[in-house]
């Protein structure tokens, strides 16, 4: 009697860790309308469906059948200061597994020239070529973005305007929030939407001067949980909307966004990464 209630002990204990184990994985959006990596998170549907309380990022991800789909969003003005000083590094792992894989590092911004005294620049209204703006006067800036671990592409800095097929796009709002989008070819990642193992994602706020560009494996600061504020919880996305489509039943309800209180922490009382788990959806 001792030793079956101790095996039906033992089988919950593993059920449970299952479980968790499975929970910990989310499944990407369906990208259903063209994509283009603008800064303007007009294919997303706003407020972003995950948020990470420690790095204060709101972010998304998504796929079609040929490209991953990201986008990152500072939530407050101290974010996006931390943001353009250090940069992000997108560490992405196709392995399944927390280790250094794929790395991204952007923005790495090209400030537009000084000009002389009396010298108009160039472009639409005044403003220089290279910068674009709509009528919710969110401003995409230049960019260039520093990559490592493509197999395919050589290390260093990539140019916006590449024959890889990576898009950036970046925008910062008049409230200062800053909006990043990034499209990398399926290809270029060498995964495809039959691979059972999710991509392992980690998002990290850079210190100034410190890029995280290390070929060893380093010790993240701090991982995102699902189902909660921590990395990938909170609200879904709605079925189409915003030129995508949701799993059934893969993202839970709530609320995403912008959480009450955000930007109160100074950069010293913050950790500068997460870790999350995703997997490519098919249609």
């Not at 929030?177 to 998002?203: F, G």
Request: charged content about 25%.
């Amino acid at each position: 009697m001792n030793v079956k209630i101790v095996n039906l002990f033992a089988f919950a204990i593993l059920l449970t860790s299952f479980s968790l184990k499975a929970q910990n994985v989310e499944e990407n959006i369906r990208m259903v309308k063209p994509f283009k990596a603008d800064g303007l998170s007009n294919e997303w549907e706003e407020p972003l469906n995950q948020y990470n309380d420690a790095t204060k990022l709101a972010f998304a991800l998504a796929n079609d059948d040929t490209n991953l789909y990201i986008i990152i969003e500072s939530l407050d003005p101290q974010t996006t200061f931390s943001v353009l000083r250090g940069g992000i590094t997108l560490n992405i792992n196709t392995q399944g597994k927390k280790k250094d894989g794929i790395k991204l590092i952007f923005p790495l911004i090209e400030r537009p020239p000084m000009l002389k005294d009396g010298e108009m620049p160039e472009g639409k209204d005044g403003a220089p070529p290279q910068w674009q703006e709509d009528r919710s006067g969110e401003q995409p800036v230049m960019k260039s973005i520093k990559i490592f671990g493509f197999k395919n592409i050589k290390d260093g800095n990539l140019p916006v305007v590449n024959e890889e097929g990576i898009e950036t796009g970046m925008g910062i709002r008049p409230n200062k929030d800053l909006t990043y989008e990034l499209s990398i070819p399926l290809a270029q990642l060498e995964v495809s939407l039959d691979m059972k193992t999710p991509l392992v994602y980690n998002i990290k706020i850079n210190q100034p001067n410190r890029p995280d560009f290390k070929k060893g494996g380093d010790r993240p600061e701090g991982e995102g949980r699902p189902g909660s504020r921590g990395g990938m919880g909170g609200g879904g996305m709605g079925g189409g909307r915003g030129g995508m489509e949701r799993s059934v039943g893969k993202m839970g309800g709530g609320s995403g966004g912008r959480p009450p209180g955000a930007g109160m922490d100074g950069p010293e009382n913050r950790k500068s990464d997460f870790w999350i788990k995703y997997k490519l959806v098919k249609a």
